[in-house]
């Protein structure tokens, strides 16, 4: 999963990339350096399961962080809308702590701001090849699903807020529409605010938009992501938090795109392979290798608890913890799967 960071000059968007990462970046307006950096995700499940299997190899899923440059006083620029179409998901840094001058700055200000540069955004791209598609009358399905999206847009509505099947989704993939995907705001604070829930303006803004919405305190949280393991937890408590920022925010990413975990185990890996809620079996099995999905027979499921408790599988499919499932199986979070196929 591909995360892009964008946010105003100001807003602390660089540090708190350096708070998920726990990579020491130049922060401060001026910054212009992208930088890239990729977080294992947390997850007691596969830890338990690896001590079962201890096997050769132990993988975790991975959220890659990308932090936009191109931001000036007016707005993001033009380099950095553009790149923001190369993710999965976005996420908006608000600042919501004083400035040098005292300014405690205006966070819905900024979220309206960002909101109506990525509509002009989409609003080009989609007038564009709806020209084209009237032109040479090639495909009329897609030119209304784009009228659609346009009309949408033109009302300031973004994307995300069309009820859109699972096919006009895939249609609408290869245009990569900045309002189509998920985002995530991260409330940017001054450190004694950090463990306050976010003003109710705010709070409502972003579900008014179907937004998820984060609170925390970057430069404090960049100081913890740089410390031993052992060390964030404790001092992440100490502030009143339950956990250091790169797990809450992880949480609320998978939350906010409908991520889950898909389990895979064995002497040789035990890991976890992030996919969309609802993903049926076959295609599941296609994260794995694309010939699963094409030769998929069938899925042999075994929840994760289930497989710790009990020792092992063969434990499992005698105590009737072992499911075999077809086609039509929809992949639950924390399911074991062994895919039997043939190509």
Known sequence: MKIGLVGYPGSGK???????????????FGAHRENVGVVKVPDPRVDALAELYAPKKTTYAEVTFDDLAGGHREGIERKALNAMRSAEALCQVLRAFPDAAGDPGDP?????????????????????????????????NELALLERIQEALEKEQPARALPLTEEERKVLSGYSLLTLKPLLLVLNVAEDAVARPPAPELAKAASERGLGLLVLSAAVEMEIAQMEPADQQE??????????????????AFELIDLISMLTVGPDECRAWPIPRGTPAPRAAGKVHSDMERGFIRAEVTRWDDLVELGSETRCKEQGKLRVE????????GDVVHVRFNV
Do not use: C
Request: no cysteine.
């Open 14 to 28: 660089s540090a708190v990339f350096g708070a998920l990462t726990g990579m020491s970046v130049e922060t401060g």
């Open 326 to 333: 077809g086609r039509s199986y929809v992949i639950q979070d």
């Open 108 to 140: 819905l200000h900024e979220i309206t701001g960002l909101e109506i540069e990525t509509l002009l955004a989409d609003l080009e791209v989609v007038e564009a090849r709806a020209v084209r598609l009237h032109r040479d009358r090639s495909n009329p």
């Open 235 to 252: 001092f992440a408590q100490s502030l009143g938090l339950s956990e250091p920022a790169s797990h809450r925010f992880i949480r609320a």
